[in-house]
């Protein structure tokens, strides 16, 4: 794994990955959310989406692991994440993590990095947003 020793705005990391169907179940079970449109197939395929769709919250657990321990790193603590959820997501699909740092305050051990999903094949993103994160060694 790389680790960026500061911070600078305009910085960018990536990280594919993708969930099976066991991850999701593992996940409602932690939650608590047994929606059967994340469950269910035949449930599923009487919706809009036609197949089960991974938990929102599951499919941005994403950033959470790249901010503790890539970039920015150990040490970091997550303050803030909006996000907005545009297209569903899918078990065995690769996916793309894509951060930019918006803006970093030195002072603070504070920054604003932009977080997005994209389909890895097509580019599409389903999930946008920002995080505000604080870490006093490399911001």
Do not use: C, W
Request: glycine share 8%.
């Amino acid at each position: 794994m790389i680790f960026f020793p500061m911070l600078e705005t305009g910085q960018t990391y990536e990280q594919t990955f993708s969930y099976t169907q066991e991850e999701v179940e593992a996940f409602a079970r932690i939650s608590g959310d047994h929606n059967p449109i994340h469950l269910d197939a035949e449930y599923a395929a009487g919706t809009p989406f036609k197949r089960p769709i991974i938990h929102g919250f599951l499919g941005a657990s994403v950033f959470s692991r790249i901010l503790g321990t890539a970039f920015p790193g150990e040490g970091t603590i997550y303050l803030k994440q909006e996000m907005q959820f545009k297209r569903p997501m899918y078990v065995d699909t690769v996916y793309k993590a894509i951060l930019t740092v918006e803006e970093v305050q030195p002072a603070r051990h504070r920054a604003r990095i932009a977080t997005q999903v994209v389909q890895a094949d097509t580019g599409k993103v389903v999930v946008d947003g920002f995080a505000e994160v604080m870490n006093a060694e490399r911001i």
